[in-house]
């Protein structure tokens, strides 16, 4: 079946810096590794849709060779292989998850384990934590949301109306499907738990 891609991350000059492949339905692009850093979305360029895995391997691997690899010293990518590797629609069998089932029960940390957890994790704060977005930044921000609609399931906020299912409310240019009617429910406030 054709449902592989292959893709290239690339920097902010438009240079690639990593070449990959990929299954359509899990979009494995996303994540290739801990060695690459992942890009915004309009930095991940798809090079070939629809193609087998035996020619997204092929295209990955002219790929690579076109533009060489930096530990290699012969290019600009930071791939650490020639491609076509990797576990392309592989899957765990019953008797292997069986084995992790059985050896995770009753598993428990010991105070020793749980003590050196807390150490390593000692004064690690989350990345956005405390931090606050400068006039400049919120400006961008501001200005990357003009023009667009309120929500992203109808594409005009003029014409869309409120619709709801008797638990939740919608905003929407057509009916959000079975069992929606027209109009806006007031909802109860929602309450936290103590």
Not at 29 to 42: A, D, F, Q, V
Not at 153 to 167: I, L, P, R, Y
Request: proline share 5%; charged share 35%.
């Amino acid at each position: 079946m054709n449902e592989y891609y292959t893709y290239a991350y690339l920097r902010e000059d438009g240079t690639p810096y990593y070449i990959g492949k990929g299954k359509c339905k899990t979009k494995r692009h996303l994540h290739p590794g801990h060695h690459t850093p992942i890009p915004p979305k309009e930095r991940i360029l798809i090079l070939k849709t629809n193609i087998s895995e035996e020619e997204s391997v092929k295209h990955e691997k002219y790929m690579i060779a076109v533009f060489g690899r930096k530990d290699l010293g012969t290019g600009i990518l930071r791939n650490l292989t020639n491609g076509g590797d990797g576990k392309s629609g592989w899957k765990m069998n019953e008797n292997t998850k069986e084995k992790i089932r059985r050896s995770n029960i009753g598993q428990k940390r010991t105070e020793e384990t749980k003590r050196k957890l807390s150490e390593v994790n000692k004064g690690n704060i989350p990345w956005i934590f405390g931090k606050k977005h400068t006039l400049e930044t919120k400006e961008k921000i501001r200005k990357a949301h003009l023009g667009k609609p309120f929500c992203g399931n109808h594409n005009n906020h003029k014409n869309s109306k409120w619709w709801n299912d008797g638990q939740i409310n919608k905003r929407m240019v057509e009916c959000p499907g079975d069992g929606w009617k027209p109009g806006r429910l007031k909802l109860k406030p929602y309450k936290r738990r103590k």
